[in-house]
């Protein structure tokens, strides 16, 4: 059994700044080991049901977080930056279940720390209407796939939003939001044995757990801070123009559409910065 592992970093438990995220801030170096025990966490719980190999995909800024020596169950580690497929870099068929790990909401959301993608360029993305953060338009690689996404960790409002593309997802909650840069965090301890309990119960639910429920052909509305990133974003073919800075883009290749989607974020980085 094969679980494909997706980390972020701004879910962890007390990540609540960009500071302790960042690589070369000062608090970097503890916070991301907190990310790691709870990559470990999960990992464990699905070990504990079964799965036998990971493949973790490095998510988080320069996509470098971890400590591959220190992985759970003799993971692979999949990380550095231009990744064709970004967060989702390494999933196929071949993998039974994805995991969500330290995820956080959409930039329209009181989840700490929320933003979409990149917070200088993305004001609002809607999957065929419904608002979703990266949890819902990373859920498109995983369509493509066959491939179910069955675990999400991070605050209250992200396992919310989560679910609204991958019904019957399990979240380990492991932070309460209280606005974009406070929240109420579980004990790191507390929060990894949730992590582990919800990984292993995913697992063993595998039996009736379905790919995400996006209708085809799919459509990503977005919304930029400014229309020159709007402008920008439609010099990618199959990008149009729907507002003064809003675009639209419609695939029925779902993995396609994510691409498209992930062109516009890298096409629109430096303007935006």
């Not at 010099?235 to 507002?243: A, F, H, K, P």
Request: hydrophobic residues 40%; contains cysteine; charged residues 20%.
């Amino acid at each position: 059994m094969k679980i494909f592992l997706s980390s972020d970093m701004e879910g962890t438990a007390g990540v609540v700044d960009w500071a302790q995220c960042r690589p070369g801030q000062p608090e970097y170096e503890h916070y991301r080991m907190l990310l790691q025990a709870e990559v470990n966490a999960a990992i464990e719980g699905a070990q504990a049901a079964g799965a036998q190999e990971f493949l973790v995909n490095d998510s988080h800024s320069t996509m470098q977080n971890l400590r591959p020596e220190g992985l759970a169950g003799h993971a692979r580690y999949l990380s550095g930056r231009h990744k064709p497929l970004y967060m989702m870099q390494g999933l196929d068929s071949t993998f039974d279940a994805v995991f969500l790990v330290s995820y956080h909401g959409s930039m329209a959301t009181s989840a700490p720390l929320s933003h979409t993608y990149n917070p200088r360029a993305i004001a609002q993305v809607r999957l065929n209407g419904t608002e979703v953060g990266e949890s819902g338009v990373n859920a498109l690689v995983a369509l493509g796939y066959g491939v179910p996404v069955v675990l999400v960790t991070g605050d209250d409002v992200t396992a919310a939003e989560a679910a609204r593309v991958s019904p019957g997802v399990r979240a380990a909650v492991v932070k309460t939001a209280v606005t974009r840069f406070a929240a109420d965090s579980l004990h790191p301890e507390v929060a990894r044995e949730l992590i582990r309990s919800e990984a292993e119960a995913a697992v063993r639910g595998l039996g009736s757990a379905e790919p995400p429920a996006i209708s085809l052909p799919a459509t990503l509305d977005v919304t930029f801070r400014n229309p020159d990133l709007a402008e920008l974003a439609t010099w990618v073919t199959g990008v149009e123009r729907t507002g003064t800075s809003t675009v639209a883009m419609t695939d029925d290749d779902p993995v396609r559409l994510f691409r498209r989607f992930i062109t516009t974020v890298l096409l629109t980085r430096d303007l935006a910065e």
